[in-house]
């Protein structure tokens, strides 16, 4: 907030944004002081409701951008397809580093859009759970993550069918992995000054660039602001 970048031509919001509000501030980092900018904002099916919420707003359909994110590598990127196979690999092997975020993502992912299923009308969780589970296949995982007890319970997802649940021997500490943060631990800067409180936003998924590799099962629509 307050922050400003020179000569952003674009911003691309990957997911639906936690409000209105929200995606008018970020669009308003692009087209600054005279110049010219672009909003490219990508939905899934489940998130195509959000249009709704933009009345008033000028947000038209760009097939020409679908069809570059239905097959992204159709320009013969031969480098970037081995790159995204081989990050898919490392996580299905179990990769530590790569695992473990992508365990974060998906955690993310059910936490954010289990507080947004009146806004996309879902009714059931078990559907939620089933577009969380095809996320982590994108993602490379050969197995859905698990999720411990806990936070299963947190979730309200107890009962739900999909979830895969953790052996009791799991570390307490990788249940957790997404459930802390920023707001619930000390703020300082960096001389050691305690910052002031500030209200907690709503937090979003944690997105990937593995999601990027298999977008076209993804896309509903993508919408171009100029």
Same mark, same amino acid.
């Given at each position: 907030?307050?922050?400003?970048?020179?000569?952003?031509s674009h911003?691309i919001?990957?997911?639906m944004?936690s409000s209105?509000?929200?995606?008018?501030?970020? =669009? &308003?980092?692009?087209?600054r002081?005279?110049t010219?900018? #672009?909003?490219? @904002?990508?939905?899934?099916p489940? %998130?195509?409701?959000?249009?709704?919420?933009l009345k008033g707003?000028e947000?038209?359909?760009?097939?020409?951008?679908?069809d570059i994110?239905k097959?992204?590598?159709s320009g013969?990127?031969?480098?970037?397809?081995?790159?995204?196979q081989?990050?898919?690999a490392?996580v299905?092997?179990?990769d530590k580093?790569?695992?473990?975020?992508?365990?974060?993502?998906?955690?993310?992912?059910?936490?954010y859009? =289990? &507080?947004?299923?009146?806004?996309?009308k879902?009714?059931? #969780?078990?559907? @939620?759970?089933?577009?969380?589970? %095809?996320?982590s296949?994108?993602m490379?995982?050969?197995?859905?993550?698990a999720?411990?007890?806990n936070?299963?319970n947190?979730?309200?997802?107890?009962?739900?069918?999909?979830?895969?649940?953790k052996a009791?021997?799991?570390?307490?500490?990788?249940d957790?992995?997404?459930?802390k943060?920023?707001?619930s631990?000390?703020?300082?800067?960096?001389?050691?000054?305690?910052?002031?409180k500030t209200?907690?936003m709503?937090r979003?998924?944690i997105?990937?660039?593995?999601e990027?590799h298999l977008?076209?099962?993804y896309?509903?629509?993508?919408?171009?602001?100029k």
């Open positions: 907030r307050g922050v400003g970048y020179p000569k952003v911003v919001q990957f997911g944004p209105r509000e929200q995606y008018i501030h970020r =669009l &308003g980092r692009t087209g002081a005279g010219e900018g #672009k909003g490219w @904002l990508i939905l899934g489940f %998130e195509s409701l959000f249009l709704e919420e707003i947000i038209p359909r760009d097939p020409s951008l679908t994110l097959d992204p590598l013969g990127e031969d480098v970037i397809e081995k790159t995204m081989e990050m898919e490392r299905g092997n179990g580093v790569l695992s473990l975020s992508g365990q974060g993502a998906y955690q993310a992912f059910l936490g859009y =289990l &507080g947004q299923m009146k806004r996309i879902m009714k059931r #969780k078990e559907a @939620l759970v089933d577009i969380a589970n %095809e996320f296949g994108a490379g995982f050969r197995e859905v993550p999720l411990g007890k936070m299963i947190k979730m309200g997802l107890k009962g739900i069918s999909g979830i895969s649940i009791p021997s799991s570390s307490d500490n990788e957790e992995y997404q459930s943060n920023i707001s631990q000390k703020r300082e800067h960096s001389d050691g000054r305690r910052m002031k209200k907690r709503s979003e998924p997105l990937t660039l593995l990027y977008v076209a099962s896309v509903a629509c993508v919408c171009t602001r």
